[in-house]
């Protein structure tokens, strides 16, 4: 069972702009959850992109900071990651996540990735 499923990716030309959507089985009760991106790059770590918590406050890395947005729906059980002036430093896997801390147990979900590809 698919309990994040990753949708957007695709290959964007410099400077360009692309939205990736997240959504949530019902499975899970994502109001609960902080949600957010991670991204892998060949040959890398996989690095937190923005997450949003319950409250929607975002954390955002300062990497794509002024660029990139991310929001939340809860009602669709949504995370979105909006992602302008796209550089080829942002091609990577991004995958979705999303995890809760209940009594010091961390319970913890990953999508399986949608690739972004930034052209020069």
């Known amino acids: 069972q698919v309990l994040l499923a990753e949708s957007g990716g695709g290959l964007v030309q410099f400077g360009g702009s692309r939205r990736l959507s997240c959504a949530a089985s019902?499975?899970?009760?994502?109001?609960?959850?902080?949600m957010g991106w991670y991204r892998q790059a060949p040959g890398k770590q996989r690095e937190l992109v923005a997450d949003?918590?319950?409250?929607?406050?975002?954390n955002i890395a300062d990497s794509v900071k002024g660029r990139f947005t991310i929001s939340r729906d809860n009602a669709r059980q949504t995370v979105d990651l909006q992602m302008s002036s796209l550089k080829p430093d942002d091609s990577a896997l991004y995958y979705c996540n999303a995890y809760r801390t209940v009594v010091a147990v961390k319970y913890e979900y990953w999508g399986q990735g949608t690739q972004v590809t930034v052209s020069s």
């Open positions: 949003i918590d319950t409250t929607g406050t975002t």
């Open positions: 019902r499975s899970i009760n994502a109001t609960l959850y902080v």
